[in-house]
T-cell receptor
Framework: GENVEQHPSTLSVQEGDSAVIKCTYS??????FPWYKQELGKRPQLIID?????GEKKDQRIAVTLNKTAKHFSLHITETQPEDSAVYFC????????????FGQGTELSVKP | GAGVSQSPSNKVTEKGKDVELRCDPI?????LYWYRQSLGQGLEFLIY????????KSGLPSDRFSAERTGGSVSTLTIQRTQQEDSAVYLC??????????????FGSGTQLSVL
């Protein structure tokens, strides 16, 4: 089955700096890769996703890149703000009825003012 | 409803007792997941229901865990003979039926289970 590895487990940056979180996956049939953000005490929420027919996707300050050959994908946050502080989870699944969403272990991002 | 609803929000039980956790997904969502989140840990997959297909139970940690989904809507996760290591937040999530262009998961607020 699918296995998703996420690094680093914790990340601390200064406000305004960029943050990068990386994930690798094992199942070459996976073709959908979302990122979820979980603020303290709250439920996870989708912030961006990418499908395997696209190499990069951007939404304002966040972007995700995908390297299918190497089976890894990354989240990039630019111009970080204190409100970006949260736990971020990557995930992977086969798109369609048969696939289940498997999450990485999470990255706790701290943005220091 | 407005979102995924889980009950109870908190459950304290004694070791060896059985517990039932309930999830009411968003109306019209045919995919339903259960995940477990231990303190400071990731989202551990437990079970996945998709429409009328047989559920994917590959994440259930032991035969003490079981889940059902009646009428393609409400789901119940049952843990028998609870152990202290079962203490965690149990999260339910639902999404629209694939294949669609939108596979966003909507999470409930979770049930905090504490086994004494």
């Amino acid at each position: 089955g699918e296995n998703v590895e996420q690094h680093p487990s914790t990340l601390s940056v200064q406000e305004g700096d960029s943050a990068v979180i990386k994930c690798t996956y094992s199942d070459s049939a996976s073709n959908y890769f979302p990122w979820y953000k979980q603020e303290l005490g709250k439920r996870p929420q989708l912030i961006i996703d990418i499908r395997s027919n696209v190499g990069e996707k951007k939404d304002q300050r966040i972007a995700v890149t995908l390297n299918k050959t190497a089976k890894h994908f990354s989240l990039h946050i630019t111009e970080t703000q204190p409100e970006d502080s949260a736990v971020y989870f990557c995930a992977a699944k086969r798109r369609g009825q048969g696939g289940k969403l498997i999450f990485g272990q999470g990255t706790e991002l701290s943005v220091k003012p | 409803g407005a979102g995924v609803s889980q009950s109870p929000s908190n459950k304290v039980t004694e070791k060896g007792k059985d517990v039932e956790l309930r999830c009411d997904p968003i109306s019209g969502h045919t995919a339903l997941y259960w995940y477990r989140q231990s303190l400071g840990q990731g989202l551990e997959f437990l079970i996945y229901f998709q429409g009328n297909s047989a559920p994917d139970k590959s994440g259930l940690p032991s035969d003490r865990f079981s889940a059902e989904r009646t009428g393609g809507s409400v789901s119940t996760l049952t843990i028998q003979r609870t152990q202290q290591e079962d203490s965690a937040v149990y999260l339910c999530a639902s999404s629209l039926r694939p294949p669609t262009t939108n596979e966003k998961l909507f999470f409930g607020s979770g049930t905090q289970l504490s086994v004494l």
